[in-house]
C-alpha cells in the first residue's frame, strides 16, 4: 500500500467542456486548479460539503481587485479525479467496496486549496463515486492512503 501524494481535483471526463469567465467574490481569491462554487454570481473557493459546484478555475484571480475567474464547468457527466480522505491516515484508503457510495467534501486541513472526498461523511453526500485511477495508472493501487477515485458531483450540488 502505497501513499499518493494530494492534489486539487481535476476533470477526469468532461464532455461539455464548457468555459465561462466569472468575478471572484469580495474578500476571496482563487488559484489555478481549485474548485470553485457559485454564491450569489460570483466565484468563491470550495469549503467543506460545497454546494453550487461551478467548476475548476483555469486562471488565478482576486476578488478584492475585481477580477473575472475562467472556469471549466462541472456537468452532468462530467467526471472528476478526487483523493480520498479521513481524518485517520490509514483508514484514508480506497477500496472497491466504495464503488457506487456517496460521500461529502473536505478541505484538505494541511493545504486550503486542495478539496478531498471525505470517506467519513455519508450523510453530507456531494460525490458519487464512479470508478477507480488504480483501473487506469499503475502507479496506483486499490488501498492506497490518499488514493484517487473518479467521481461525479450530484445534481444537488452542480450549478450546470
Do not use: C
Not at 46 to 67: C, K, L, R, V, W
Not at 87 to 111: E, K, N
Request: no cysteine; proline share 3%; hydrophobic share 40%.
Amino acid at each position: 500500500m502505497a501513499t499518493q501524494t494530494k492534489k486539487k481535483p481535476t476533470f477526469w471526463e468532461n464532455p461539455g467542456d464548457y468555459g465561462i469567465a466569472i468575478d471572484v467574490a469580495a474578500s476571496n481569491t482563487i488559484t489555478v486548479g481549485q474548485v470553485v462554487t457559485n454564491s450569489v454570481g460570483t466565484l468563491i473557493e470550495s469549503i467543506e460539503d460545497p454546494a453550487n459546484i461551478a467548476g475548476i478555475a483555469e486562471t488565478s484571480g482576486a476578488g478584492d481587485s475585481s477580477e473575472s475567474v475562467h472556469i471549466k464547468t462541472v456537468v452532468k457527466d462530467t467526471v472528476l479525479r478526487i483523493n480520498v480522505y479521513h481524518a485517520t491516515p490509514g483508514s484514508a484508503v480506497t477500496a472497491r467496496s466504495q464503488l457506487g457510495s456517496r460521500f461529502g467534501g473536505i478541505v484538505d486541513p494541511s493545504d486550503s486549496d486542495i478539496l478531498m472526498l471525505d470517506l467519513a461523511d455519508t450523510g453530507n453526500a456531494v460525490f458519487l463515486i464512479v470508478g477507480f485511477v488504480a483501473d487506469y495508472d499503475n502507479n496506483e493501487a486499490i488501498g492506497d492512503i490518499y488514493g484517487n477515485v473518479l467521481v461525479k458531483v450530484l445534481n444537488a450540488f452542480r450549478v450546470f
